[in-house]
């Protein structure tokens, strides 16, 4: 059972910022597609960010784009989400998860996924 550990949800209000982290074991960090998916009550599972092996290339859907950035930390096999400017619908579980380096950046190919974080965002 591949271990992905989230960590940094929180209750916040509009307008404010939170920064999740995600810790995975170093033969996945290395050699595979991090990313971040989001599970909102009544909603279909939302990819909210991914990265490349090398960290180079990024990939955002449009609700989140120029509010949200994921980085790696290579010296902590550490994924984050820095979330900025939130808003009450970037209210649910966030959830790190990894797939392959190829086709990086399509949703349906991340498999490994870790338990989640809630994040709350009040208006």
């Known amino acids: 059972q591949v271990q992905l550990v989230e960590s940094g949800g929180g209750s916040v209000q509009a307008g404010g910022s939170l920064r999740l982290s995600c810790a995975a074991p170093?033969?996945?960090?290395?050699?595979?597609?991090m990313g971040w998916f989001r599970q909102a009550p009544g909603k279909e599972r939302e990819g909210v960010a991914g990265i490349n092996t090398a960290g180079v290339s990024t990939y955002y859907p449009d609700s989140v784009k120029g509010r949200f950035t994921i980085s790696r930390d290579n010296a902590k096999n550490t994924v984050y989400l820095q979330m900025n400017s939130l808003k009450p619908e970037d209210t649910g579980m966030y959830i790190c998860?990894?797939?392959?380096?190829?086709?990086?950046?399509?949703?349906?190919?991340?498999?490994?996924r870790g338990q989640g974080t809630q994040v709350t965002v009040s208006s």
């Open positions: 170093g033969y996945i960090y290395s050699t595979m597609c």
């Open positions: 998860a990894a797939g392959p380096q190829i086709g990086c950046g399509t949703w349906s190919l991340f498999d490994y």
